[in-house]
């Protein structure tokens, strides 16, 4: 393996093996415990550093072998990866700010430096994502400054030592918000570390098909199917590896839109997977009952969800679970590294199956371009995504009864239609429409205690960072006029706030 990632506790950890493998070059992550046994065997041509939420002053802050220093290798650091790197080479980082910052920061490359090579000069400065507590008050000997942010205050953002092949930035490259980021870590790759290129997308399908055959054998093994392009493009990838030893399961929770099932059972079949539907909205309903907790609702979905799962693999004998969950699910639901949780996706929990995620390291656009190379057709390959817990996570704040989800897939179904007729509905990549509290209105001259919608279009390539996606005054109007024709929907909410600090879902 060319690059190692040591990951510090990012939620963006993932994000830059990512942004590497689109590079066509492959990484491996390790947590920093790890390093010093991985470097016995293995001599990468560069190492990076994640960013992390912790400061360096804290007791416990993640703390990769001082060790890597001396190799020779170049290093990277990013965010929390650059404070630590200047803080073990005796330079001075400020006391932490009482607030974390967050979000886009003017940032200007002042020297040519291998790293910045290629990047415009923009007096301006370019857009950069930052996520950070702590900034850089005095550089360690031999370092130079090679950029600094747009700001009056001229913080230090950006900072190399040739004679150590040490670089760093304050920003985030991997975030697809910064501008300029894919190049900084094509100089690192290929003018810095002299990396050649090891992955590809086709590569990657001939790697899960022989995996499938290795881990499978003549097992039988069960597929959570939800008919979107995750699921598909595993049952495209493994299905014609395990033919009949592989049967996709689709759980209808009651929590699907509308016309839903129909486009399931059709995305199976073009994905060539036999599929077993299994109707079980009353079980959700009553498992359900009376909760309003976001995170206690998706342990019962998940527990629910994974139960008959089970039972669906003792029917079919089989061995295994498989799932398209992918990267961002495992990120969220602190199951990489040193993430922290933000929400538990229903598909990350235990059930007494073997179980195999072929997708854990890739994200959205990844699987895309998977199933696109699997000749899927764009109403899967395109598909936006949904949650598990579907209509479930879209009724907040009040208990999810049957009323309440007509209510809301109705409003989706709306909503979609009007941005469909208007020929925008592709520029969205996930559009959020939730039931959001109830509110007074006047309806026929009479007061009604009714229901808000949320419409929430976003648009984002990772699902990581998201910014809102702002639908033309007109057609707000016409939603809005849409909707509440519907005696229970009283007032329409447009939610354009970007993520972070707001999750995409409202729960
Ligand atoms: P958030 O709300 O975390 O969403 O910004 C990121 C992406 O994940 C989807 N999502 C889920 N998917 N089970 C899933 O399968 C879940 O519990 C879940 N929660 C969020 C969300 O729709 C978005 O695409």
């Known amino acids: 393996m060319q690059i190692a990632i040591i990951d510090l506790g990012s939620q963006y950890t993932q994000l830059i093996s990512r942004a590497l493998r689109a590079l066509g070059v492959r990484s491996t992550i390790l947590a920093p ?17 994640s960013g992390g939420y912790a400061s360096v002053y804290e007791s416990n802050a993640p703390q990769p072998p001082t060790g890597i220093l001396d190799l020779g290798t170049p290093i990277l650091g990013i965010c929390y990866g650059m404070q630590w790197l200047v803080s073990k080479l005796n330079g001075k980082i400020c006391a932490p700010y009482s607030q974390k910052q967050y979000g886009k920061t003017q940032v200007i490359f002042n020297i040519d430096d291998e790293l910045s090579a290629d990047i415009p000069n923009d007096k301006n400065g370019n857009v950069t994502w930052m996520s950070h507590g702590d900034s850089i008050d005095q550089l360690p000997k031999g370092f130079l400054t090679i950029a600094y942010s747009a700001t009056t205050d001229r913080q ?14 304050m920003f985030h490259p991997e975030v697809t918000q910064t501008e300029h980021g894919q190049t900084i870590f094509a100089n690192f790759l290929f003018r810095i570390c002299k990396c050649c290129k090891d992955w590809s997308g086709l ?18 093994a069960i597929l959570g199917f939800s008919g979107g392009v995750d699921s598909s493009t595993v049952g495209a990838a493994i299905g ?31 994905a060539g997977v036999r599929l077993k539907i299994v109707h079980a909205q009353r079980r959700f309903l009553k498992a359900l009952q009376g909760i309003t907790d976001p995170q206690r609702k998706r342990r019962i979905f998940q ?9 669906q693999a003792e029917k079919f004998g089989a061995q295994w679970l498989i799932q398209g969950t992918l990267a961002p699910d495992k990120i969220e639901s602190g199951k990489v590294g040193q993430s922290t949780v933000i929400k538990t996706h229903h598909n990350t929990g ?28 764009p109403g899967i390959s395109e598909r936006q995504p949904f949650p598990g817990p579907g209509l479930f996570v879209r009724i907040i704040d009040t208990p999810v009864t049957v009323e309440k989800l007509q209510i809301v897939r109705w409003a989706d179904k709306q909503v979609t239609k009007t941005l469909r007729r208007h020929d925008i509905y592709h520029e969205i990549s996930q559009l959020v429409i939730a039931l959001t509290g109830r509110s007074v209105g006047v309806k026929g001259d009479a007061r009604v205690y009714g229901w808000t919608i949320t419409v929430r279009p976003v648009i984002t390539l990772d699902f990581m960072t998201t910014t809102g996606y702002h639908i033309p005054s007109g057609i707000k109007t016409e939603i809005e006029n849409a909707l509440t024709q519907h005696p229970k929907i009283v007032r329409v909410a447009f939610d354009t706030t970007s993520k972070p600090p707001a999750t995409i879902e409202l729960e």
């Open 33 to 49: 415990d790890q390093v010093n046994a991985w470097l016995k065997n293995n001599r990468p041509k560069g190492m990076i550093l």
């Open 156 to 169: 230090i953002v950006g900072i190399s030592n040739l004679d150590k092949k040490i670089w760093g930035v």
């Open 203 to 220: 590569g990657a399908i001939h790697n899960i098909r022989e995996k499938a055959q290795l881990l499978i054998k003549g097992e039988k």
């Open 240 to 270: 014609p590896t395990l033919g009949p030893n592989l049967l996709a399961i689709c759980i209808d929770a009651g929590n699907l839109r509308q016309d839903e099932l129909t486009e399931i059972k059709h995305n199976a079949q073009v």
């Open 303 to 311: 527990k629910l969800y994974g139960q008959i799962l089970l039972t």
């Open 350 to 377: 235990k059930i007494s199956l073997k179980q195999w995620d072929p997708l854990a390291e890739f994200f959205k656009y990844e699987i895309r371009d998977l199933a696109r190379k699997l000749g899927l057709p």
